[in-house]
């Protein structure tokens, strides 16, 4: 699956942002589906993941209540919907699939999608 993710941008802290992720090829039902973010000078992390199904998700303690992940397998795209951004928020976000189950590590991941910049201003 080739995956591409769009809508970052440069936000006001307590703003908002809608990321998403399309995918190519009918088999995009198939994945767990995950976004990860990494900072300058630091690693990359997990952020959130939503089983192939999108019945279950779940997120980093950082962004547990302010983001929401979700998916529309119809129109083969996953999203991040995040809310009350704070500056530490501020990171490359790339979208993930992986045909394995449910994981939190990258490398647990086979397939990328191209970052997209968030960039939250004090």
């Known amino acids: 699956v080739q995956l591409q993710a769009s809508g970052g941008g440069l936000v006001q802290t307590g703003g908002s942002l809608r990321l998403s992720c399309a995918g190519s090829?009918?088999?995009?039902?198939?994945?767990?589906m995950a976004w990860f973010r990494q900072a300058p000078g630091k690693e990359r992390e997990f952020v959130a993941a939503?089983?192939?199904?999108?019945?279950?998700?779940d997120y980093a303690n950082s962004v547990k209540g302010r983001f929401t992940v979700s998916r529309d397998n119809a129109k083969s795209t996953m999203y991040l919907q995040m809310d009350s951004l704070k500056p530490e928020d501020t990171a490359v976000y790339c979208c993930?699939?992986?045909?394995?189950?449910?994981?939190?590590?990258?490398?647990?991941?086979?397939?990328w999608g191209q970052g997209t910049q968030v960039t939250v201003s004090s």
């Open positions: 939503i089983t192939d199904s999108g019945v279950t998700t």
């Open positions: 090829g009918r088999t995009f039902r198939n994945y767990v």
């Open positions: 993930a699939a992986t045909t394995y189950t449910f994981a939190y590590s990258p490398m647990s991941y086979q397939y």
